[in-house]
T-cell receptor
Framework: DAGVIQSPRHEVTEMGQEVTLRCKPI?????LFWYRQTMMRGLELLIY??????IDDSGMPEDRFSAKMPNASFSTLKIQPSEPRDSAVYFC????WGQGVNEQFFGPGTRLTVL | TQLLEQSPQFLSIQEGENLTVYCNSS?????LQWYRQEPGEGPVLLVT?????EVKKLKRLTFQFGDARKDSSLHITAAQPGDTGLYLC?????????????FGKGTLLTVNP
């Protein structure tokens, strides 16, 4: 398996622009998580889905952030409009709860820089 | 809010030395995980500890879960340059929140040859 795939790997944009991050989870996994990592705050959970349904979005910082999962093999995280404080590395992770072990498999991340 | 404090934040040692890093919380977790993250990559799970007092070994790495399930430690024996990376602990919630992980900020370990 190719693992969790994220695109783009790097994104540089200007304040006010719309940014869309993409994730393809591992096939067969029923949970998908979006995280943000910064030096100041560490790794923070933004939102997670179970069987394509958003379960907990309490970590989404503001209405400027939105996430969708239209099918089991694709999810997006959108920031509109973007701000410099959104600069961070965004990770997508997936897991399969069938074995009762919460092992999350992370993608390589998207490094976002908002100028 | 459940918080995990990791110490030290940074650690730079010479190859062959031993080290211990710590993960502490005021909250009880159903289990605790340790991940290692290398530059430009996502975290990778090393181990999950579930029972209070549990000790798990992974080659030169020894993980311990505190009796009260609030803290954990990671001990590395004879560190090697390949051990360099960011070590993250993550607490697994209980009940309806057991799908959520709460991460510490990590210990950045550098092992110099």
């Amino acid at each position: 398996d190719a693992g969790v795939i994220q695109s783009p790997r790097h994104e540089v944009t200007e304040m006010g622009q719309e940014v869309t991050l993409r994730c393809k989870p591992i096939s067969g996994h029923d949970y998908l998580f979006w995280y943000r990592q910064t030096m100041m705050r560490g790794l923070e959970l933004l939102i997670y889905f179970n069987n394509n349904v958003p379960i907990d979005d309490s970590g989404m910082p503001e209405d400027r952030f939105s996430a969708k999962m239209p099918n089991a093999s694709f999810s997006t995280l959108k920031i509109q409009p973007s701000e410099p404080r959104d600069s961070a590395v965004y990770f997508c992770a997936s897991s399969y709860w069938g074995q009762g072990v919460n092992e999350q498999f992370f993608g390589p991340g998207t490094r976002l820089t908002v100028l | 809010t459940q918080l995990l404090e990791q110490s030290p934040q940074f650690l730079s040692i010479q190859e062959g030395e031993n080290l211990t890093v710590y993960c502490n919380s005021s909250s009880v977790f159903s289990s605790l995980q340790w991940y290692r993250q290398e530059p430009g990559e996502g975290p990778v799970l090393l181990v999950t500890v579930v029972t209070g007092g549990e000790v798990k070994k992974l080659k030169r790495l020894t993980f311990q879960f505190g009796d009260a399930r609030k803290d954990s430690s990671l001990h590395i024996t004879a560190a090697q340059p390949g051990d360099t990376g960011l070590y993250l602990c993550a607490g697994v919630g209980s009940g309806g929140s057991n799908y959520k992980l709460t991460f510490g900020k990590g210990t950045l370990l550098t092992v110099n040859p």
